[in-house]
């Protein structure tokens, strides 16, 4: 791992002790399938039809999983440099029954057989934690097998630029929507740097890595609000969040 990597896997130990914590309110979301949210349900209702194995990258607190094997999946192997994350996260779809199993390791780089993925899932805070965006796609393109799919629902790479102002949106006069980095101040922060993308570089990397784009649609709610906060910015003027569904051919 490069510095930065480091850095960032150490702030996220300390902020999954939150997940460990929290442990009998995730297991209840987990059984619920509550994290899987009606828009990916819907985007991915074709895909998950087939009963896909799926690759879960970056997995964190794995609530999500369950909700994809209740949806259709047939597998579910989460991927997550947290050791904490993927072992709370084992221990949920353990006590639950579910088919998922949890792999430490840095990305990209996955330590999987190439081919072994009908779906690659991803996003929810995920993106902005991966260093190279041309080796992200082109991992989870090794990764499909012919006529798998990856699916990210992710912040709007605009969104870190809004203020959580109730009032009124308003932009944070400290960031830059074509900076390339910035340090994290809400979760996990620890002073975690995330990278900052602009939209067109992600969907361009997914294009160069050999994908087919087969959906792509911003939206104005965010995934995930901070507890006790409501920010103008999320009520449905500004950006939030987008869903990107590709193919390999």
Same mark, same amino acid.
């Given at each position: 791992?490069?510095?930065?990597? =480091?850095?960032?896997?150490? $702030? ?31 985007? @991915? =209702? *074709?895909?998950? =039809? ?9 997995? /964190?607190?794995? $609530?999500?999983?369950?909700? @994809? ?9 989460g991927l997550d440099y947290s050791a904490v994350a993927a072992g709370a996260a084992q221990r949920r779809a353990t006590e639950?029954g579910a088919d998922c199993r949890y792999v430490v390791a840095a990305l990209p780089g996955a330590p999987l057989a190439s /081919? ?21 796609? +082109? *991992? ?5 097998r012919p006529d798998g799919h990856l699916f990210l629902y992710e912040e709007h790479p605009a969104a870190p630029l809004w203020?959580? *102002? ?18 994290? *101040? ?29 959906? @792509? ?13 409501? +920010?103008?910015?999320?009520? /449905? ?7 990107? @569904?590709?193919?390999?051919?």
């Amino acid at each position: 791992m490069d510095t930065t990597t =480091r850095s960032n896997r150490d $702030a996220w130990e300390a902020a999954s002790e939150k997940h460990v914590r929290e442990y009998p309110e995730l297991l209840a979301e987990a059984a619920a399938g509550t994290s899987l949210t009606p828009l990916e349900r819907d985007l @991915l =209702r *074709d895909v998950l =039809r087939d009963a896909p194995d799926v690759v879960h990258w970056q997995s /964190g607190h794995g $609530a999500d999983d369950i909700g @994809l094997l209740q949806a259709g999946a047939r597998s579910v192997i989460g991927l997550d440099y947290s050791a904490v994350a993927a072992g709370a996260a084992q221990r949920r779809a353990t006590e639950l029954g579910a088919d998922c199993r949890y792999v430490v390791a840095a990305l990209p780089g996955a330590p999987l057989a190439s /081919g072994c993925a009908d779906l690659v899932y991803t996003g929810k805070g995920a993106l902005i934690w991966m260093p190279d965006l041309n080796e992200w796609a +082109a *991992d989870i393109t090794r990764l499909l097998r012919p006529d798998g799919h990856l699916f990210l629902y992710e912040e709007h790479p605009a969104a870190p630029l809004w203020t959580w *102002d109730a009032d009124e949106p308003r932009i944070r006069p400290d960031r830059s929507y074509f900076a390339p980095s910035h340090v994290n *101040d809400s979760f996990p922060a620890g002073g975690a740097v995330q990278w900052q993308r602009t939209l067109a570089e992600v969907v361009t990397a997914v294009i160069t890595a050999g994908l087919q784009l087969l959906h @792509l649609a911003e939206h104005p709610a965010p995934f995930w609000r901070m507890g006790g906060v409501d +920010a103008a910015a999320w009520h /449905g003027r500004l950006p939030n969040a987008f869903t990107l @569904l590709a193919r390999r051919p």
